[in-house]
């Protein structure tokens, strides 16, 4: 079955996944408040209109690309929405990043009405909106999957199927979330070694050399608590010390480690857990209450 797709939402990141997929010969029509963004489609797009309703008529496939899930929610269900005129056994693919909880609420309906429904945000930025290199995050029905690869393919170069319905947001969320702590732990860091007198770039650089600025994820966990060795490299009671000292440091300097100090009472926990004799990264086996290891 062709895939005849209506696509709401041309902001940052819509727009250049639109003309991705228009590149790519795929049939699309495009929906957004902004008239003067649809305008730049006229001559490319099937059909092109501020009102979901209207060019959603004998459409097959709906990409959301929004900033909220009450937007997405008002679109598909409200009153000129989509949903009253797309045809039966319709596939929405939600690739905005939204409520979880919403999500599984629009997926629940659209079931009900006779539709499926995959949650496929996207990761990485504007510049690779542009170029089609998009990470895309997937969660739904395997046969789903395949239905969207074709648009998946003209956005972006890499599609992970996370698991079911929810799995790609949950994955974007999870990813988010790392993204914008290590953003904040950088912006402190940083600021800590200007406070007690250290050149911010050359710091830097210095950091960027180490598991610090590499990252446990391309360090330590993979050869550690992942390979299920939690034999000390670094221990849990070592993380602890040098985590007092640097917050000596900071004291000394009338400054705080927020983060340390949190890190600090997290690998105390583990360490009342027996875990102090392990390496750092077993932190993750305290974290997830499992003493399989001691």
Same mark, same amino acid.
């Given at each position: ?117 995959? @949650? ?85 650089? +210095? ?35 040098? +985590? ?28 009342? @857990? ?12 305290? +974290? ?7």
């Amino acid at each position: 079955m062709k895939n005849k797709i209506v696509m709401v939402g041309l902001g940052v990141m819509g727009m250049p996944m639109a003309r991705n997929i228009l590149k790519s010969g795929l049939d699309l029509s495009c929906c957004d408040v902004n008239w003067a963004s649809l305008k730049s489609l006229e001559g490319l797009a099937h059909s092109l209109s501020t009102v979901p309703e209207k060019v959603a008529k004998n459409r097959n496939v709906v990409i959301t690309m929004l900033p909220t899930s009450d937007i997405v929610e008002l679109v598909i269900f409200g009153d000129q929405g989509l949903i009253g005129a797309l045809d039966p056994d319709s596939l929405i693919i939600d690739m905005s990043t939204a409520s979880y909880n919403k999500s599984m609420e629009i997926s629940a309906r659209l079931r009900d009405l006779g539709h499926r429904f995959v @949650d496929a945000p996207v990761g990485r930025t504007p510049r690779e909106a542009k170029t089609g290199d998009l990470l895309v995050m997937a969660g739904g029905d395997v046969d789903d999957i395949e239905q969207a690869t074709e648009i998946f393919e003209a956005i972006g170069n890499t599609t992970i199927h996370a698991g079911p319905i929810g799995s790609g947001l949950k994955s974007k969320l999870v990813n988010n979330y790392m993204a914008m702590v290590n953003n904040a732990v950088t912006g402190e860091t940083l600021s800590f070694a200007n406070q007690v007198g250290l050149n911010i770039e050359a710091t830097a650089k +210095l950091m960027s050399s180490t598991a610090a600025g590499l990252g446990q994820l391309n360090t330590n966990y993979p050869k550690k608590v992942l390979a299920n060795d939690l034999t000390p490299d670094f221990p849990i009671s070592m993380a602890i010390k040098d +985590l007092n000292m640097a917050s000596e440091l900071a004291s000394s300097f009338k400054g705080k480690c927020l983060f340390g100090e949190l890190a600090k009472r997290m690998f105390q926990e583990a360490e009342l @857990d027996g875990m102090g004799h392990l390496d750092q990264t077993a932190i993750l086996k305290h +974290l997830l209450g499992d003493k399989s290891m001691l």
